[in-house]
């Protein structure tokens, strides 16, 4: 191709790319917030979460009964590799309660987790919470149930609000309020639900959230995804248009031996660098605007830009050479004297 024509479909390439490149950097970021958004709701469990709600019910339950349930509650999440999270709200102590036996919870130290014949009860405070600043001055917490170990001072998990602690289950009572799993298996949940009857609760309400129903009902990740398919569409319109005027050089090139897959490399590699700057530049550009919005500082190196940039380079490429090959190859009878 000579030198000008490489020049101005670059050109006409790194524009659309320019704007397809902010879309994706849009996407990116919208799907790290809804991540980050779901994290608060289900205090970094992973996979599909189900967040049961339990009150006090009308039936009449032992202390016997109860610490007998508690005790199976806590060997049936290890038995199935499960971890449960109670975060309180409104009356009664700020704290969060988990039994992660195995582990699961990124943010809880491995010193911290629950064995299924352990009565002992451990804590670790909140990093700048009310009580970490009394056992850091007076070594008293007098927010924690007596009988709890204070092991140390973590940073809060996403979700936790004015929450003080997370503690272990021990011979304390649970409390009603709003327990976390990481399952939705009909068998596991009402497992679950019969120890908690045991134990004196009622189930409020029983909410599962799978992680693609959550993606889906999320509107700004949507929204994103919406606006980003309809750039995809206008620029292959644009791009489309662009060869189509170019029927009567592919015509000539078609009649002397080329083939569709030659023509197709050779408007690909050619028009590589329109595409990389224009999605580079486009993602930079959507950063910026983002972290001024925000009054946040820009953060062009760190992996959610180099991923955005990649993505977005990526998407162009394949949309320019699926558009090349799908106009060039329907053209095949092109009239050179057009």
Request: glycine residues 8%; hydrophobic residues 45%; neutral net charge.
């Amino acid at each position: 191709m000579k030198t000008k024509k490489v020049l101005l479909m670059n050109l006409r390439l790194a524009l659309s790319s320019l704007l397809l490149g902010m879309l994706t950097a849009f996407m990116v970021q919208a799907f790290q917030w809804t991540l980050e958004d779901r994290k608060e709701v289900t205090f970094g469990l992973p996979g599909e979460v189900t967040i049961l709600t339990m009150f006090e019910g009308p039936q009449k339950v032992s202390a016997a009964d109860a610490a007998s349930a508690r005790e199976a509650l806590k060997a049936y999440l290890n038995d199935q590799s499960l971890a449960l999270v109670y975060a309180s709200v409104g009356e009664g102590r700020p704290e969060m309660i988990v039994c992660d036996p195995h582990h699961i919870l990124p943010w809880l130290p491995r010193a911290g987790n629950e064995g299924p014949d352990s009565t002992t009860a451990r804590a670790y405070l909140f990093r700048g919470t009310y009580t970490a600043h009394r056992w850091s001055a007076l070594g008293t917490a007098p927010l924690l149930p007596n009988g709890v170990e204070v092991v140390g001072v973590i940073d809060a998990p996403p979700g936790t609000d004015n929450l003080q602690y997370v503690r272990t289950i021990g011979r304390e009572p649970l409390p009603s309020g709003r327990y976390t799993i990481n399952t939705t298996d009909p068998t596991q949940v009402k497992h679950i639900l019969d120890l908690f009857y045991r134990m004196g609760f009622v189930p409020q309400q029983s909410q599962k959230i799978p992680l693609l129903t959550y993606f889906l009902q999320n509107p700004l990740l949507m929204i994103t995804l919406l606006f980003l398919a309809m750039g995809h569409v206008c620029a292959i319109l644009d791009w489309a248009l662009y060869i189509r005027g170019r029927a009567r050089e592919f015509g000539i090139r078609w009649r002397h031996g080329a083939l569709p897959t030659d023509l197709v490399r050779e408007n690909q590699v050619g028009g590589l660098p329109g595409l990389g700057v224009g999605s580079v530049v486009g993602v930079i550009l959507s950063d910026l605007l983002v972290a001024g919005i925000g009054q946040t500082n820009p953060e062009l190196g760190n992996f959610r830009t180099l991923a955005s940039a990649a993505v977005s380079f990526i998407i162009v490429i394949v949309t320019w050479s699926a558009t090349l090959y799908g106009v060039i190859k329907t053209r095949k009878e092109v009239n050179i004297d057009a």
